[in-house]
Every structure is written in structure tokens, then in C-alpha cells.
Nanobody, 120 residues
Framework: EEQLVESGGGLVQPGGSLRLVCAASGFYFKTQGMSWVRQAPGKGPEWVAGISSGGATIKYEDSVRGRFTISRDNDKNTVYLQMNSLKPEDTAVYYC?????????????RGQGTQVTVSS
């Protein structure tokens, strides 16, 4: 069974940084692209960043480009999201997801997510 476990969230002041970690198991991780998706209260899911299976292709949502960095370690079955220069509008629950496509309207997270709150 595919499992994704997110961690690393927390409360941070505007301008601060966090590093999110997603531990994957139950599937052949190194053959799959991976993404980070976030969902703010009362809003639909928003694709944030995606990385190809080997890490050669990386894409970002416009509002995070230049501030967030997605990476992966295929030996550890782990994907990361380094978030710098955080803004209040980055506040959301962050989920990792298998694949690199934006979530559909029927998307449901596989993991429990990790809460990121940006506030002074």
C-alpha cells in the first residue's frame, strides 16, 4: 500500500524558512515523479511544485518560484520542500503526492499532511 508521511511544518514568522519532508513507502519511489500540494482553509488544493523521477525536471507554481526548492533522495525514498521567504499566504496544510500533475477536483490526500502557519 502506498504511504506518504509528511513532516517539518510549524509556525514561522514572515520571512522565515521551513523544510518539509515526505517519507514514501509501498511503491517503487525512484520511478515516480513527486509533487507537493497545499490546501488552505476553505480553499481547494493548490499544486506547489513537482519533480521528475530522476530529479532532472522541476517545476514550480508561479507564486513560490524563487522561494521554494523541491528535491528528492531516491536512496532514502524521500522528497523535500525547502521554503524560504515565507509569506502569510503560504499558510496551508502541505501534502506530498505521487506524480507531477496538478490535483483534480476530486483529489484526496494520501497522507496526513503537515501544517505550515506563517504569522507574526
Amino acid at each position: 500500500e502506498e504511504q506518504l508521511v509528511e513532516s517539518g511544518g510549524g509556525l514561522v514568522q514572515p520571512g522565515g524558512s521551513l523544510r518539509l519532508v515526505c517519507a514514501a513507502s509501498g511503491f517503487y519511489f525512484k520511478t515516480q515523479g513527486m509533487s507537493w500540494v497545499r490546501q488552505a482553509p476553505g480553499k481547494g488544493p493548490e499544486w506547489v511544485a513537482g519533480i521528475s523521477s530522476g530529479g532532472a525536471t522541476i517545476k514550480y507554481e508561479d507564486s513560490v518560484r524563487g522561494r521554494f526548492t523541491i528535491s528528492r533522495d531516491n536512496d532514502k525514498n524521500t522528497v523535500y520542500l525547502q521554503m524560504n521567504s515565507l509569506k502569510p499566504e503560504d499558510t496551508a496544510v502541505y501534502y506530498c503526492e505521487i506524480g507531477t500533475r496538478p490535483p483534480s477536483s476530486s483529489w484526496s490526500p494520501r497522507g496526513q499532511g503537515t501544517q505550515v502557519t506563517v504569522s507574526s
